[in-house]
């Protein structure tokens, strides 16, 4: 059984930053991608970020420029570099993993933006 563990949520102001991190239980590269999703209250669950096996990234056209996404191999972790946060940046991020036929998803981690 897979796990995905974040970490890294809490409260900033705007225009703060926050790195979340996702550390799995096993090797990231045995996944075809992982990433970041992220849930408002009252709303659908969205894309923020991902990263392929081979390196390649994707982000909600919201959070180009602000965010980025990197990994560490020897770590088994996923991180997702948050910068000039704005309110409606707050949610709940969730780290997904995808291999062959499983979609692995974290617990969630809470990010509220807030003066």
């Known amino acids: 059984q897979v796990q995905l563990v974040e970490s890294g949520g809490g409260l900033v102001q705007p225009g703060g930053s926050l790195r979340l991190s996702c550390a799995a239980s096993?090797?990231?590269?045995?996944?075809?991608?992982m990433g970041w999703y992220r849930q408002a209250s009252g709303k659908q669950r969205e894309l923020v970020a991902t990263?392929?096996?081979?390196?390649?990234?994707n982000f909600a056209d919201s959070v180009k420029g602000r965010f980025t996404i990197s990994r560490d191999r020897a770590k088994n972790t996923v991180y997702l570099q948050m910068n000039s946060l704005k309110p409606e940046d707050t949610a709940v991020y969730y780290c997904?993993?995808?291999?062959?036929?499983?979609?692995?998803w974290g617990q969630g981690t809470q990010v509220t933006v807030s003066s």
């Open positions: 997904n993993a995808l291999d062959s036929g499983n979609n692995y």
């Open positions: 096993r090797s990231i590269l045995s996944f075809y991608r």
């Open positions: 990263v392929t096996k081979t390196g390649s990234t």
